[in-house]
């Protein structure tokens, strides 16, 4: 049966008015394709537009055709002006024998379908041209004739008509004081020029120094060494600043700024499209703060087709937009932070190729491309970053990330490829694809993407080809043969297939040939090898080649070295072992902790491990656990992994079943937030994060440990200090603001600096802290510096807050619960314990704490808001001061135990607690205290702070413990609710006793020292209180 597929194509036929020429770049063109039409006006004559079924003042259109179309170019004859600022008159007619002597009396005197000829080598202009009209200002070439501003402070050049053209001048010399740009190209084409070196005075947030482009066309110009002058906030687009329009076959170099807070040296754009360009060595001379040195891409920007390469310390910064079909490369960032892409939020990066961009410190693999946000597709990302740094090109944290060729395991997407692309000549920056390329025909197809870089058709074989170059297979010439390896590694006993691909003059007829690791005995051959299949392949590297004969006995062969690893599952670190690859005995361990993780397969169907002896290891960048890897030392004590070596986090684990256990994180410095680990899924465990830092930074947070979701147990978090040069520094020790730390020692971590939110921790967002010591994180400057802080609906609970320095706990929002705070001593008038300003603090124990210049009795807790329930506030401010231990003013306080009553509040107990030791900090409750069966239920937790169940009597105690009733000897106490009544009041007292046998009590009562009993047999009793009585 015979089937037959039919491709619909319309035949393009453009039509001209006269006076001109009208093209179609191909004459049928298949339906849904598109047609590029071109009209070139006759000597004398302007183009004026397309009429018929489409419109437009564009020269050149490109056209959807999903149905026939009839469009015709119109042209009209112009009137010509000529100027020449060295030997015209405005007073002359303006014809070439008598031209004008200035721009401005030019464009005073144009009408529609003007040309304005400027014949003298320069061309001062004293205010902005504005063409308004459909004028055409030209000039002898770029290179011959310059628009200058020597005289005036504002903007050359106003382009806002559909058919005003400027053409063949050199722009340059301006100085702006107004962040206007020294031409606005709102409607109309500015073609075949250049804007090179101007400026700004020094002014706030300059924009578009070169260039700023809200619509129209600029075509084939060069926009360079202009060099804003900023005193304050950032600099968006040196070169060019872009909301709408097109940018076109441009040449982008040079452009700059003296100061730091940059974004996009080379172009900012939020709008409109930058498509075949070159955009180079736009340097930073300041390193703060620089986001794009070549592009910062934003809004609903396009950036297509074009090479962005060498600009300063890195290439591309996507806030949003869209960054497609182009070449990333060359850059070069001292530091840790990105050197090619950096994207976020809704950004999409296709088909692009990033490579040879590389941080010199980078820990985490950040050179290539750093991803929190967007969707990448069909990306070459690979050979990015410091020689034999091991962390591979990316970072990718968030977004969808698929079909990309890589060189390291990812964790999100699908489809993604690990191989080397094969890249005809990566030193020369040639990143075309070589016969053989495991990009070939992998790419997903993707609307808006149908040509590549250079403009061939997407596909070219089966599918699209991943990266920023289509291959065209050769159909002439020599035979030549490629082994498709379809990712580089594996999992240990895989099964591995890998496949040929020929290309030459005569492909018929042919044999293939396999060899393995250097055998001289085939593996595979024959007519029906075309792939091959390997099987019981050892852990480690192998080599393949390949032999191909044709018909005519013509010969080709492709040697593949080392192109197939196979990991194993689980691999070993000892500074004793042999330090043999791949790694998979203790015998065989490796030396370093870097080469023994990098080596481990990881995959998210399956659980890997990385078996860590005892020894200190140097390690030279990120552990990434972003797929089910357990990092086991043999005990924090004696496993030590040192930072030394670079300046980068330690740890990062995001998945839920990654698992660190035994090591101590020590002496990294981290740029980022979370110097030593960053915890966001998965356990880190039974280990130490101490001595830990970051380089001056603003707002550092976390330290020790950052963590913004799974688990952190039974760690200890100690000497951590960073260097912040701005902002609040967020939790020295940990920040929290997501997931749970529990079991753990925080002590000692402080700052140098003041505005310090947590000394030893900072909560926020739903990060959970419970049963740990926090204690020893004193201060070094006592300027707003808070030990603890919690916000948001974070919680503390279950916890000892001790000894930090000069206070103790700041709740700014979140819940503080079964906690004791105690041991605090600021020398000023402050509080000391606890300030409540949002938030609840329920079941706590707050003692012993002193602010020495105390006016108020904040010592204990200072409150002007949230909800107080529960608490026992006593024993805090200076020794014999009369102001008690809290200072209330707002909120709700209600039954709580204090020291001096207070106005605010129900059923508050004036009264000492009865702590079991208050002078050795046990709290403790003993038998007859006040606080016992006193306080309020609530629901949310149902155990004290050592976990005993709550209540034990008929009602919750007051305070951070729970009394339970004790066995053995008989013994009794005295209940006094309140220890404070006004004259003539009628207390009731109340006897309470506990032991294994309490039945048959009889209570005998005595008062004021006498020796005769009072109300005799009863387990209570009510006297009036006549000053100076007592019982």
Not at 530 to 557: C, F, I, K, Y
Not at 599 to 612: C, F, G, P, Y
Not at 971 to 994: F, K, R
Request: net charge negative; aromatic share 6%.
């Amino acid at each position: 049966m015979l089937e037959w597929q039919w491709k619909i194509e319309y035949k393009v036929t453009v039509d001209s008015a006269g006076n001109g020429t009208a093209a179609a770049a191909s004459e049928w063109v298949e339906r849904g394709k598109s047609a590029t039409l071109s009209a070139q006006p006759d000597s004398g004559y302007v183009f004026t537009g397309w009429t018929g079924d489409v419109t437009s003042s564009s020269a050149t259109i490109t056209l959807a055709l999903t149905t026939p179309l009839s469009v015709t170019a119109n042209f009209t004859a112009t009137t010509d002006y000529y100027v020449d600022a060295v030997n015209g008159s405005d007073s002359n007619d303006g014809s070439l024998a008598t031209p004008f002597k200035t721009l401005e009396r030019a464009n005073a005197l144009a009408a529609d379908w003007t040309t304005i000829h400027i014949v003298s080598a320069t061309c001062p202009v004293a205010a902005t041209i504005q063409l308004t009209n459909a004028v055409v200002i030209t000039g002898l070439g770029a290179g011959q004739t310059a628009i200058t501003g020597p005289g005036f402070s504002g903007r050359g050049l106003h382009l806002n008509n559909d058919f005003a053209i400027v053409e063949k001048l050199l722009v340059t010399g301006f100085t702006n004081a107004n962040n206007v740009g020294t031409v606005l190209l709102a409607k109309g084409t500015m073609r075949d020029c250049r804007i090179s070196r101007n400026g700004t005075v020094s002014t706030a947030a300059p924009k578009g120094c070169g260039i700023q482009v809200t619509g129209g066309t600029l075509l084939r110009c060069s926009v360079d060494n202009n060099v804003p002058v900023s005193n304050g906030d950032y600099t968006t687009g040196c070169g060019i600043w872009m909301s709408g329009g097109l940018v076109e076959d441009c040449d982008i170099f040079g452009n700059t700024c003296t100061r730091h807070q940059q974004k996009g040296y080379g172009v900012y754009i939020q709008g409109g499209t930058v498509r075949d360009c070159r955009i180079y060595e736009n340097n930073n001379i300041s390193s703060g703060e620089i986001y794009g040195c070549g592009v910062y891409l934003a809004g609903s920007g396009v950036v297509e087709s074009s090479c962005i390469y060498s600009n300063g310390i890195n290439g591309v910064y996507m806030e949003n937009g869209t960054l497609r079909n182009s070449l990333i490369y060359g850059h070069s960032h001292s530091g840790a932070g990105f050197a090619g892409v950096y994207m976020k939020n809704a950004s999409v990066l296709q088909n692009c190729t990033i490579a040879g961009n590389v941080a010199a410190t980078d820990g985490d693999g950040s050179s290539g491309l750093r991803m929190a946000g967007g969707t990448a597709v069909n990306n070459i990302i690979y050979g990015n970053g410091p020689a034999g740094g091991g962390l591979g090109s990316f970072y990718v944290t968030g977004g969808t990330f698929n079909t990309n060729l890589i060189d390291k395991a990812v964790a999100l997407g699908v489809g993604n490829i690990v191989a080397d692309p094969l890249f005809a000549d990566a030193a020369a920056c040639d990143f075309h694809l070589r016969l053989g390329s495991p990009a070939v025909d992998a790419g997903a197809a993707l609307a808006g993407v149908e040509t590549d870089i250079e403009g061939a058709a997407r596909p070219q074989g089966a599918a699209y080809d991943i990266g920023a170059y289509e291959r065209s297979a050769a159909t002439t010439g020599d035979l030549a043969c490629a082994i498709v390896i379809p990712q580089n590694q594996f999992a240990a006993g895989a099964t591995v297939t890998v496949s040929s691909t020929v290309e030459g003059a005569d492909t018929t007829g042919l044999i293939y040939t396999w060899y393995l690791d250097g055998s001289d005995t085939p593996c595979a051959s024959g007519a029906d090898a075309a792939s091959l299949t390997l099987t019981d392949l050892a852990p480690g590297r192998h080599t393949l080649r390949l032999d191909v004969e044709n018909a005519r006995s013509q010969t080709a062969t492709y040697t593949a070295a080392d192109a197939i690893t196979l990991l194993p599952l689980t691999v070993y670190a000892d500074p004793s072992g042999s330090d043999t690859f791949p790694y998979d005995t203790s015998a065989k361990a490796a030396h370093s902790i870097n080469d023994a993780f990098n080596t481990v397969w990881k995959a998210n169907d399956v659980t890997s491990s990385v078996i860590v002896a005892a020894g200190t290891y140097e390690v030279s960048g990120l552990l990434m656990l972003d797929m089910p890897v357990r990092l086991n030392g043999a005990g924090a004590d004696v496993t030590i992994l040192s930072g030394g070596g670079f300046s980068g986090r330690g740890l990062y684990l995001a998945n839920s079943a990654a698992e660190v256990s035994g090591i101590t994180l020590t002496g990294f410095t981290n740029t980022h937030h979370g110097a030593a680990a960053l915890v966001l899924a998965g356990t880190l465990r039974d280990s130490r994060m101490t001595a830990n830092s970051t380089p001056s930074m603003s707002t550092p947070s976390g330290t020790g440990v950052r963590i913004q979701g799974g688990s952190v147990l039974r760690c200890r978090i100690d000497n951590n200090v960073p260097n912040p040069n701005y902002g609040h520094t967020l939790g020295c020790g940990v920040y929290i603001s997501g997931g749970v730390l529990e079991d753990c020692d925080i002590e000692a971590n402080n700052c140098n600096r003041n505005q310090v939110r947590g000394r030893g921790l900072y909560i926020e967002g739903s990060g959970t802290v419970r049963n740990c010591r926090i204690h020893g994180n004193t201060e070094r400057n006592s300027d707003d510096s808070h030990a603890v802080w919690i916000t948001g609906s974070g919680l503390l609970e279950n916890t000892c807050i001790y000894s930090n320095g000069m206070n103790g706990v700041y709740i700014d929002n979140g819940t503080v619960r079964n906690c004791t705070v105690y041991g605090y001593s600021h020398s000023g008038d402050s509080y000391a314990g606890v300030y409540l300003k949002n938030g609840r603090l329920q079941n706590c124990t707050i003692s012993g704490n002193t602010a020495a210049g105390d006016s108020k009795g904040r010592s204990g807790l200072e409150m002007t808001g949230g909800l107080a329930v529960n608490n026992i506030i006593h024993g805090n401010g200076p020794a014999g001061g009369a102001l008690g231990s809290c200072a209330v003013s707002g909120g709700t306080f209600n039954t709580n135990l204090i020291d001096k009553a207070v106005a605010l509040g129900v059923g508050n107990i004036v009264a000492v607690p009865l702590f079991a030791d208050a002078a050795g900090y046990d709290f403790h409750l003993q038998l007859g205290s006040p606080a016992i069966d006193a306080g309020a239920t609530i629901a949310a937790y149902t155990v004290d702070i050592e976990g005993t169940e709550r209540p034990q009597g008929d009602y919750y105690d007051i305070g951070a413990y729970e009394r339970s009733a004790a066995g053995g000897p008989l013994v009794c106490g005295i209940l006094v609710a309140q220890y404070s009544h006004p004259a003539g009041a009628d207390p009731v007292i109340q006897g309470t006793a506990e032991g294994a046998n309490l039945d048959g009590l009889t209570y005998t009562w005595y008062l004021d020292g006498g020796a005769t009993p009072v109300a005799p047999g009863a387990p209570s009793i009510s006297t009036m209180m006549t000053p100076p009585s007592g019982v």
